[in-house]
């Protein structure tokens, strides 16, 4: 089981969200319109997650820019358990820019 609470991920750096359980960031897929470029599709940003407890995985991603429910995403837990972006990402910059490596996410009762 995975304790409520607020996590910022980094890309590759798994957090403990309980004693048994962790979960990575994997990849972050930012398709959203650079600074300074006019686009026909704003675009979205979307982040690869894994949680991992008790020897079974689990991959799924949250994308903003897109439909409301691929902000968040329900555990098969018992109780289950809502796993969201923490707000909005912050606005892309110069084509470039680094690219995103990091997220905030809240986890909570569903």
Request: aromatic residues 4%; glycine residues 8%; proline residues 12%.
């Amino acid at each position: 089981m995975v304790e409520p609470g607020r996590y910022s991920l980094t890309q590759g750096v798994p957090v403990q969200v309980s004693p048994d359980a962790r979960i990575t960031l994997l990849a972050v897929d930012d398709s959203r319109c650079p600074e300074g470029v006019q686009c026909i599709w704003a675009g979205r940003i979307a982040y690869q997650l894994e949680l991992a407890s008790c020897g079974k995985t689990e991959q799924f991603v949250l994308a903003s820019g897109t439909q409301p429910q691929a902000a968040s995403h329900t555990l098969a837990a018992a109780p289950p358990m809502r796993i969201a972006l923490a707000g909005e990402p912050p606005p892309r910059g110069p084509a470039s820019a680094r690219p995103v490596e990091r997220v905030d996410i809240v986890i909570g009762p569903d």
